[in-house]
């Protein structure tokens, strides 16, 4: 068992009889926050989360951008009097041991969102589903959703197995006038209508365990975020510090490279190509393993279709795109926050249609790209961040702009047009 997998685990089972104006499925960050605030609007919503909580997930740092929806939330002041390591800034380290000077974000935007958290998700998931929860939202978890049940193209409701709490389960069908698919890459409706697009050149595998006394910086700068590539970009690392003297570090490169037939096993890859990165290494001399490694193999992808009539998809089930940056949990908060707004207007005006439903979608796919093209030049072997500053100064609070996650503002993806059409080489 890993250091921040939770000992104990425990289970909401509510009724779920009643009229619902909203079901959500999925108790994430993207679910719970789109639970919680159509629920402080005054709506009915059930929330169904699978597995009992709090569960373990791995993406623990929080750019600084979350912070606005964490503040709509109610969430700050908990947040701030956790035990959660603060982030100031990100670090990036090139050819496996050339440091950059940190990015602080402060000096970017002077106001207390520029400082954030890295934190353990499977305490800050909970701290938002418990949010949903306070805030009117019916949260069942154990509730394993086998199928959404559709009237023609309109989404009724969900076929449900629910956990009774005498241990025993029961199948039952729960109607609502919107069903918002939260379910992370599991992507519930998506997958059904086989409405996936994989994106070709982000084909990614990540290697990533825990370790307790790894070398960190000192002062403002112990809680930085580290990205680390190793000589010839073939891989990289990320460096989180946790609570606890915990360390997360993590390998990602190409998935026939790091699991290819020849690659070893998991740990094997992670050495080598941890022998290739000199700066990681120096850091994790004297560190102890804790825990055994962890594999996953990350697609990005869109769905194709984000909103039908009477529902919706949020965070990873919309889309994923390459954890380099860390935009994950923003993208599921920020987005969980545009659909629980316009599922508000949709319920009042009394119009449950793909296009009202949806209408924050584009606006967050421009974001998404923002983020994508940032991941194809952080790949692309001939491109390098310095060179294009020192030729483009004119860009730098662009960048930074795009790695707080300000990327919704107008114009911040002009940058782009500069560099030119870079793609990272499709992996074979």
């Known amino acids: 068992m890993n250091p921040v997998t939770p000992q104990t685990s425990v289970d909401y089972l509510p009724s779920v009889a009643g009229e619902?104006?909203?079901?959500?499925?999925?108790?994430?960050?993207?679910?719970?926050?789109?639970?919680?605030?159509?629920?402080?609007?005054?709506?009915?919503?059930?929330?169904?989360?699978?597995?009992?909580?709090?569960?373990?997930?791995?993406?623990?740092?929080?750019i600084p951008e979350t912070w606005w929806t964490l503040r709509r939330l109610g969430l700050l002041q908990q947040l701030t009097e956790s035990a959660f390591p603060r982030k100031y800034s990100v670090q990036f380290v090139s050819d496996g041991y050339r440091e950059s000077a940190p990015f602080y974000f402060d000096l970017h935007k002077p106001h207390e969102?520029?400082?954030?958290?890295?934190v353990i998700r499977s305490e800050f998931d909970r701290m938002i589903l418990d949010r949903a929860h306070e805030l009117g939202a019916v949260v069942h978890t154990s509730a394993q959703v086998i199928e959404v049940l559709f009237d023609g193209d309109r989404a009724t409701g969900v076929r449900v197995q629910l956990k009774n709490k005498n241990g025993t389960r029961t199948e039952t069908t729960v109607s609502a006038t919107v069903i918002v698919d939260a379910t992370g890459q599991s992507a519930f409706i998506s997958n059904r209508r086989r409405d996936r697009i994989r994106d070709p050149h982000l084909r990614k595998g990540t290697i990533w365990g825990y370790f307790r006394g790894a070398q960190r910086d000192s002062g403002r700068d112990e809680g930085a975020t580290l990205i680390m590539q190793t000589e010839g970009k073939k891989s990289w690392f990320w460096y989180i510090p946790l609570p606890d003297d915990l360390v997360s570090v993590g390998c990602t490169g190409d998935i026939p490279y790091l699991f290819g037939k020849d690659t070893g096993t998991p740990a094997e890859s992670f050495a080598r190509e941890l022998a290739r990165c000199p700066a990681m290494g120096r850091r994790l001399t004297a560190a102890e393993q804790c825990g055994e490694f962890l594999t996953t193999r990350d697609f990005s992808y869109y769905a194709g279709t984000g909103a039908g009539a009477g529902w919706l998809l949020v965070g990873d089930a919309f889309g994923f795109v390459d954890p380099v940056y860390s935009s994950g949990v923003f993208l599921a908060l920020k987005g969980g926050e545009f659909a629980a707004d316009s599922i508000h207007e949709a319920l009042e005006r009394g119009d449950t249609s793909a296009a009202r439903l949806g209408q924050w979608q584009p606006l967050y796919k421009q974001g998404i790209e923002n983020f994508r093209k940032l991941v194809y030049a952080f790949y692309a072997t001939d491109f390098s961040f310095a060179s294009f500053l020192k030729e483009h100064p004119q860009f730098h609070s662009n960048l930074v702009d795009i790695l707080v996650g300000d990327v919704f503002k107008p114009g911040v993806g002009r940058m782009f047009d500069a560099m030119g059409g870079i793609e990272p080489p499709v992996a074979e």
């Open 20 to 62: 619902w104006d909203v079901i959500v499925v999925g108790g994430g960050p993207a679910g719970a926050t789109t639970a919680a605030l159509v629920a402080e609007y005054g709506h009915r919503v059930l929330l169904l989360e699978r597995s009992s909580v709090p569960r373990f997930h791995v993406g623990e740092s929080l």
């Open 113 to 118: 969102s520029s400082v954030t958290w890295q």
